[in-house]
């Protein structure tokens, strides 16, 4: 046993701060895992030091063009790279994590990163990688763990996370899925190795590690560091969601700070889910009183009236989810709360209980809201029940957060056409919802017995399971269906809610929570208004009206013409007429905007790529673009033209650079 009480535990939450004054579009999202992580670590005795990169948390400037350039990381991991190195050791003095003997690093802001790219993703691995390095360099028996991930990183963000991870030689684990039982692991033997084959010596943790284990802890007991680790000031929420006007003064009325916490208190689930990893564990969940008691003992000591509560299904047995909300009712708890439900288990008496008990969002998962397929995958439910939870929770007033999955198996074009025709249906009870592309996971139904589903397995392929579909689809078929299947299903569900953020995982929360203190508890539609305020209008078309953009443009002679706003609403285009006889028809997407993405294959320019041509554009034409800082695709002609995709959200343009 290892006596963790002399060791000095870092966890470093991962995220990019802008060195060149632009302010991101869209807000990162709200990070609960780190504080959960800090409060199991304290409960034995850890010494944590947390370092939160996240806009507005003080963490170091740093420039994250250096991080983006794949070639330079590459070259740093493998021989060395002067810039990366420089970058990398400025990082680590202001991180001061010389003395640590083990250090974390959560990649959740790379996967749940709110521009959909690739582009925007690599480079936190990529910083991962480099610091994991600079830290072994430093301290060679320092433990580096990297978390933060989830099953469902993609498969590139996969094969790039193991390349990385590989050439530096200096990452002891990787844990995907929930951090506590490889720490307890550790806990115990710090030798112990994951129960996979591992990439460059490090032990790498699946998703479904110990799911079949007693829970360490299922109620954390929070400290006030990691209490402290969660909390943003309204007006930083208000700044990084770019709230102005009287919205702004709503939501900064009471301008005290307040925490988000996670709670846990129910793991497993008995459900049959053909698609779930999880599907028929051992349910393991905490008796209400001791669950009540440590919420009204947080509340009490923190002043944390808000709560993310992640159990498998708060109504993994109606009972038990009666006698909660029922207690939270009886002791006058005053929590906000959200958590996910299943469908059969789920009646109106029991919606109303929760509203009263504080629920303020459900997250309810369909999947595949089609008949046949309902049966098919075993959910338990039927469409017209689902209709009238989704109808009645939505009210009362309830978020109603939607569980979708595009390409199960044996899905077809009238499936997808029955799938969207749900969500039309059911649009105005929707207030959100995650459409995620489907993969097989190991331990599910799918996975234990695929006969009975008419699948053949084909093994692992780049990290996940390949099937064929006896009477319909070869692999090769289905991995391009799942692909068409995602993107006609986002655009259905965008249609509907109006914005593509709405499409997302749990990126607003900390959003979410300020809208319901503000507007109350029957408040849902002011909420709800909001909320589309802030992400329907298409931030990138506010480049047609900013009149500052206009005027520094116009006072190089560039002219930029009205958008053309695509079908989906989901991309503007400009026809922007620079001086020197070059145009440019620039392509700028809604959501891109966390920040500037860099899309170069050779990684030697930040905020544009120049395909040929480059000796064409003037000096100042690059400072330019680079001052409006968007991925920038040129393709020149011999008429000194070009077509050029921006995919990033203009920056506020105060710092152009004067002729």
């Given at each position: ?134 830290i072994k360099r430093r301290k060679p028996s320092t433990v580096v763990l990297l978390g933060g991930l989830s ?126 990893g999880q599907a028929q564990s051992k349910v393991r969940a905490q008796p209400v009183e001791q669950v009540v ?367």
């Open positions: 046993m290892i006596d963790w009480r002399v060791l000095n535990f870092h966890l470093i939450q991962l995220h990019y701060r802008l060195s060149n004054g632009f302010v991101p579009a869209v807000a990162p999202p709200a990070m609960l895992g780190v504080p959960q992580l800090v409060a199991f670590l304290q409960q034995r005795g850890v010494d944590v030091a947390v370092c939160d990169m996240r806009p507005g948390f003080g963490a170091p400037w740093f420039d994250p063009a250096t991080f983006a350039n794949d070639e330079a990381v590459v070259r740093f991991l493998s021989e060395g790279d002067a810039c990366i190195d420089a970058a990398t050791e400025e990082l680590l003095e202001a991180l001061a994590l010389c003395d640590a003997h083990y250090v974390g690093m959560s990649l959740a802001c790379a996967v749940e990163s709110p521009v959909n790219h690739a582009a925007t993703r690599r480079p936190y691995l990529n910083l991962a990688a480099c610091l994991a390095k600079g099953q469902f990183v993609s498969k590139e963000d996969r094969t790039w996370l193991e390349r990385v991870v590989g050439l530096s030689g200096a990452v002891d684990h990787v844990v995907f899925g929930n951090g506590e039982p490889v720490l307890d692991e550790l806990l115990t033997n710090d030798q112990a190795r994951a129960p996979v084959d591992g990439h460059g010596g490090a032990a790498w943790w699946p998703a479904s590690y110990g799911l079949d284990k007693p829970p360490c802890d299922l109620l954390p007991h929070y400290l006030q560091p990691s209490v402290d680790a969660s909390v943003i000031a309204p007006v930083a929420i208000a700044a990084n969601y770019r709230v102005r006007g009287p919205l702004a003064d709503v939501l900064t009325r009471d301008p005290k700070p307040r925490p988000l916490l996670p709670f846990c208190f129910v793991r497993g689930c008995a459900g049959r889910c053909a698609f779930c008691d440590a919420l009204i003992e947080t509340r009490d000591r923190f002043g944390c009236e808000d709560f993310l509560f992640i159990n498998t299904a708060i109504n993994w047995s109606k009972k038990y989810a009666t006698q909660f909300c029922d207690e939270l009712i009886r002791r006058r708890a005053g929590l906000r709360w959200s958590d996910s439900v299943v469908f059969h288990q789920l009646d109106e008496r029991l919606l109303e209980r929760m509203k009263e008990a504080g629920a303020i969002r459900l997250v309810l998962g369909i999947e595949c809201p089609e008949e046949q397929m309902l049966g098919f995958i075993r959910k338990n439910t039927t469409l017209d029940h689902a209709k009238a939870m989704l109808r009645r929770s939505h009210e009362l007033g309830m978020w109603n957060h939607l569980l979708l999955i595009a390409g199960l198996p044996y899905e077809t074009e009238q499936t997808q056409a029955a799938v969207c025709d749900f969500v039309d249906e059911m649009g105005e009870t929707l207030d959100s919802a995650t459409v995620s592309s489907f993969y097989l996971p190991e331990g599910s139904p799918f996975h234990r017995n695929p006969e009975s589903f008419g699948l053949e397995l084909l093994g692992p392929v780049d990290g996940k399971f390949a099937f064929n579909e006896k009477d319909a689809l070869s692999w090769d078929q289905k991995r391009e269906q799942i692909r068409a299947s995602t993107d006609r299903l986002r655009r259905a569900v965008s249609s509907v809610l109006g914005s593509d953020r709405c499409v997302t995982g749990a990126l607003d929360l900390d959003l979410i929570y300020l809208l319901a203190r503000c507007f109350g508890p029957e408040g849902k539609d002011g909420m709800r208004a909001a909320y589309r305020g802030i992400f329907s209008e298409v931030l990138a078309h506010r480049l047609a009206f900013d009149r500052t953009v206009h005027d520094k443009l116009a006072a190089r002679g560039w002219q930029l013409s009205a958008p053309q706003v695509t079908e989906s609403l989901d991309v503007a285009e400009y026809l922007l007429r620079a001086s020197g006889g070059l145009a440019f028809r620039l392509r700028v997407g809604r959501l891109s905007g966390d920040w500037p993405t860099r899309l170069s294959a050779n990684g030697t320019d930040f905020g544009y790529r120049i395909e040929g041509g480059e000796e064409r554009l003037p000096p100042r034409t690059k400072q330019l673009l680079e001052a409006i800082g968007r991925s920038l695709v040129t393709q020149a002609s011999t008429a000194r033209r070009a077509r050029s995709a921006l995919q990033t959200q203009p920056a506020a343009f105060a710092d152009l650079p004067h002729d």
